[in-house]
């Protein structure tokens, strides 16, 4: 079975191509459900109508797809909490300059 860790590390490469960051640390990622050989993620888009959301939705399938032990893929995509820059990690906030 896959752990949550692996899954989050492989995210990592998902970069938002406005910002320049990957899709973990912009704090895109709200959860991992891992059930068997079942993957749900719950993530979020800085905003609603942002014009990468297909690319991060695709790319998060795509990439935790590739993983070893599995199967199914579930993606859900929610606007509660709202995303914000608070939610960034620190690493990301100093490379854009936020502090």
């Given at each position: 079975m896959v752990s949550e860790e692996t899954?989050?590390?492989n995210l990592k490469q998902?970069?938002?191509p406005e910002v320049g960051i990957n899709i973990v640390d912009m704090g895109l990622?709200?959860?991992v459900d891992i059930?068997?050989?079942t993957v749900g993620i719950t993530m979020t888009l800085t905003s609603p109508a942002c014009p990468?959301?297909?690319q991060l939705v695709?790319?998060?399938q795509?990439?935790?797809q590739q993983l070893e032990g599995v199967d199914?893929?579930?993606i859900d995509v929610v606007w509660t909490p709202p995303w914000s820059p608070e939610m960034m990690t620190d690493d990301a906030k100093d490379e854009l300059g936020i502090f």
């Amino acid at each position: 079975m896959v752990s949550e860790e692996t899954v989050l590390e492989n995210l990592k490469q998902i970069i938002d191509p406005e910002v320049g960051i990957n899709i973990v640390d912009m704090g895109l990622i709200y959860g991992v459900d891992i059930n068997d050989e079942t993957v749900g993620i719950t993530m979020t888009l800085t905003s609603p109508a942002c014009p990468a959301g297909g690319q991060l939705v695709n790319g998060t399938q795509h990439v935790t797809q590739q993983l070893e032990g599995v199967d199914e893929v579930n993606i859900d995509v929610v606007w509660t909490p709202p995303w914000s820059p608070e939610m960034m990690t620190d690493d990301a906030k100093d490379e854009l300059g936020i502090f």
